[in-house]
């Protein structure tokens, strides 16, 4: 895990930069294309300053780059090229150049991959665009319908604000064209605006909901942490309905309150629907929303208002750290635990780390929210490298549900059936008392095996060594590596036998047609995030869920994730010993997380709740810890047997991932490494492998995996690299190196 340092204003430079370059001036641009280091030009006509946005030559290209310092000067003078222009946008602050620096270092990507992390905003070059809007115009209508009187009495409303033609109309409940008849008759102005406006201002001083006595000591120790202006990390700790959104948005007061802006994580779009609702309740306005539904003209806005410091706070999915903020104060990463915070394609990095280092080179302060929090984070806050605030019981009158464990090796079930009959009892009795029941399990699709029941052949992706998925919804079957689709087949592929294909297994698609056949009287809804083409889809069926809209829920690990649903009272867990399987290092602590998370979905409100885990393995010492919830119990469990291994987050560990067309020389590839492994015996690690990684192929390349361990002090990223340089890469051999892996497939 990465521990944050102090470091000088430029991160890992140390050489003093002037503070402007006069014209023809030599400097270094970084680009975002992959050359691997900055790239000399003369500065353009009027000079410029460091860490500038500009355009220049590239070939026969124009490309953005970062003026990133003086230049090398290793060059021939008299053929470096002028800087085109400079971007009319903020500079790249010293602090922000500083941590992708520093991220760059400890995940060993080159600069230009971290660059480009950092403007993923279209148009940034691009002068200011503008956009019709409409107000109230001095005239009055000659005849007045009750369509024209309803856009004439919003306008009123909002005083003398500007609202789009769709705005206006939505707000008077009415069409475009009344609208526009005003316009005709000057009772409406339609004017042009720039269309990257601020954002409308929050209000740190509205009331907030009332605290219990522990939320309002956590509160006050988060603001005064905050107020204090310095970096630090605190684990903040309460269970499944505690109420930590309400106690870390009066941390995000604190920094408004303070001029300074905040940025909130979250691990999942569908989250964000429900959370800016709160947010809007709290501060009076809504917030910038950065993730990848947001389009483009909206990225382009809130990278600009961030840059400026017209957005006070970001809601967003984790490559929203990489936004160029003008003074960050506090950054919080909620369900820290949270798989989907570390980024496994591109650039590899864990954006609860990123989170921490970008909060130390700032002076911001971190708060890593969860019921189930990382090993990681529980061990630096046990070592006291973390401060610790815990809320140990729920909001308002609901209480923590009643745990059980359902052996299904009791149980008789038919082999087409996944729903144990204890567990039916249990739904038929939550929907004859009109409360909502949740069935989940942890698989996309209907069945994840497709067998031909003449020949054995499983369905295969073309391009991966992965079986196919069917999604019945889709009518299709899917590879869940590649993405890769195909129509679901009437006969096999292998032995050309019609009729005998059959799934094998459930999928979240199956149990919802189960649920059909069980529950024939309820209202049943699917949450899979591959089951709705868009996240605002997704976010309105999360909502009308919530309203009631529902009796059964069916969910994937989608359902973990925070939700709150108030007549929800029961959640049955069909295969609880999913996750135990296999050799992933974090299997334990994964499912333990995952299971008190979707355990804790249950009664949130005023009626009691259960949860049902359905289990062969009730004597597992992870499904009796989670029954238990004895959670310090766990944790220490688990941190002694890390520690005894010298595994994270008591060792340190780097995945190398080789990968190309041809098998043979990828191998060959990966035995070089292994053979040459002097840098990283010098500093006592050991390398395993090179084996074929668990999913061999994947997009028609060949996978080899090697791992490295080391004693946690050791100075692991200079060996890799070191070692890594030894390798050629040539064709389409390439090579990837995760430090701190969190999957090895």
Partial sequence: MLKPKSCNRAGARTVSLPEYFEQGALVGVLTTQPLGRALDYRAPEGGCRPGAF??????????????????????????????????DTAPMREEMRAFLERAAEYTLTPMPAMLRLATRAPGLGDPPSMRRVYRRGAAEPDKMTAARRRVLEALAEYGDLSFTLKELAEMAGTGTSAVKGLVAQGAVLEEDSPRDLPFARLNPDLPGKDLTKDQKAGASRLAEAVRCGRYGT????????????????????????????????????????????????????????????????????????????????????????????????????????????????????????????????????????????????????QAGKYDRLDLPSRFGPSVMPDMRAIDMRGESLPSDRWVSDTLKQAVDQRLDKGEQAMLFINRRGYAPITLCRACGHQIGC??????????????????????????????????EVEGRLAPVGPGVERLGEEAALLFPQARIATLSSDMYGTARALKEEIVRIADGGADIIIGTQLVAKGHNFPKLTLVGVIDADLGLQGSDLRAAERTFQLMRQVSGRAGRAEAPGAAML???????????????????????????????????????????????????????????????????????????????????????RHRVRLLVKAEKTAPLQSALSTWVAQLRLRGDLRVAVDIDPQSFY
């Fill in 54 to 87: 500009v355009e220049v030559p590239l070939g026969p290209r124009r490309v953005l780059g970062v003026v990133w310092g003086p230049g090398q000067g290793d060059y021939d003078i008299s053929k470096v090229r002028q800087v085109i222009r400079v971007l």
């Fill in 234 to 381: 605190t684990l903040l700790r309460g269970v499944t309905g505690s109420g930590k959104t309400e106690v870390y948005l009066e941390a995000v007061a604190a920094a408004l309150r303070a001029g300074r802006q905040a940025l909130v994580l979250l691990p999942e779009i569908a989250l964000t629907a429900e959370f800016l609702t709160r947010v809007e309740a709290r501060f009076g306005a809504k917030p910038a929303e950065w993730h990848s539904g947001a389009t483009m003209t909206e990225r382009r806005r809130i990278w600009r208002m961030v840059a400026c410091g017209d957005a006070q706070l970001v809601i967003g999915a984790r490559s929203a750290l990489f936004l160029p903020y003008q003074n960050l104060g506090l950054v919080v990463v909620d369900e820290e635990h949270d798989t989907s915070y570390k980024q496994e394609e591109g650039v590899l990095y864990n954006a609860r780390d990123m989170a921490v280092l970008r909060a130390s080179i700032c002076g911001a302060h971190v708060v890593l929210a969860s019921a189930t929090p990382s090993l990681e984070t529980w061990a630096n806050a």
């Fill in 462 to 495: 073309d391009d991966c060594d992965a079986r196919m998925v069917e999604h019945r919804f889709l009518k299709r079957l899917v590879c869940h590596q590649c993405g890769e689709t195909k129509p679901m087949p009437e006969k096999c592929p292998a032995c």
């Fill in 614 to 700: 359905q289990t062969f393995q009730p004597e597992h010492p992870v499904i009796r810890a989670i029954l238990a919830g004895e959670e310090e119990q766990f944790w220490q469990a688990e941190a002694r047997e890390r520690q005894a291994a010298g595994v994270p987050p008591y060792g340190r560990m780097a995945g190398i991932i080789l990968s190309g067309t041809d098998v043979a020389k990828v191998f060959d590839a990966g035995n070089q490494l292994a053979r040459q492994d002097q840098p990283l015996r010098s500093i006592g690690a050991q390398v395993f492998g090179p084996a074929p990684a668990p999913i061999a192929r994947v997009r028609g």
